[in-house]
């Protein structure tokens, strides 16, 4: 059985559509409505865990540590999103860049598990911080996929 990454599935697509232009059933290109529930989820994430912050009774250096934590996260999940997607598509992306992204990502994880789990706080509390961290990171990597395949379909 063969296997094909999506940035492959997509480069046929485009291909077989100019070939036969009636058919359209093969659209890879992201679906306003995915893309705006990707949007969603990020501004969710993002602003309740502000919101949390916000509102929590810390020290504002420590309020300030969680927030450079999220991010840390984000900007690392991107990175490493878009590492990935090059290697897929032939781009040279450094192995150095590549595992420094990977890094960064495991870090800023490891950085909020650490604080949370030292934290004076509720166990609901840690629990809704790392649910908004969580989505927020899974959020960011799917806005980066999705603004990356329609730029690539739109560019055929």
Same mark, same amino acid.
């Given at each position: ?21 009636? $058919? ?12 705006? !529930? ?68 495991? !870090? ?10 030292? !934290? ?11 649910? !908004? ?20 379909? $739109?560019?055929?």
């Amino acid at each position: 059985m063969e296997y094909k990454f999506s940035s492959d599935l997509i480069e046929e697509t485009v291909k077989d559509s100019k070939n036969n232009k009636s $058919d359209k059933s093969l659209n890879l290109k992201p679906s306003p409505a995915f893309m705006s !529930a990707s949007w969603t989820a990020l501004l969710i994430g993002m602003v309740s865990y502000c919101i949390g912050l916000w509102n929590a009774n810390m020290a504002l250096n420590e309020k300030g540590y969680y927030f450079t934590i999220l991010l840390f996260g984000l900007f690392s999940v991107i990175s490493v999103q878009k590492s990935v997607r090059d290697k897929l598509e032939g781009i040279p992306v450094t192995e150095l860049y590549y595992g420094i992204s990977w890094f960064t990502t495991l !870090a800023a994880i490891l950085l909020l598990i650490i604080g949370l789990w030292n !934290a004076d706080l509720e166990l609901s509390e840690k629990g809704f911080y790392g649910m !908004a961290f969580t989505l927020s990171l899974y959020a960011a990597i799917a806005v980066q996929k999705n603004t990356r395949d329609k730029k690539f379909i $739109d560019q055929q």
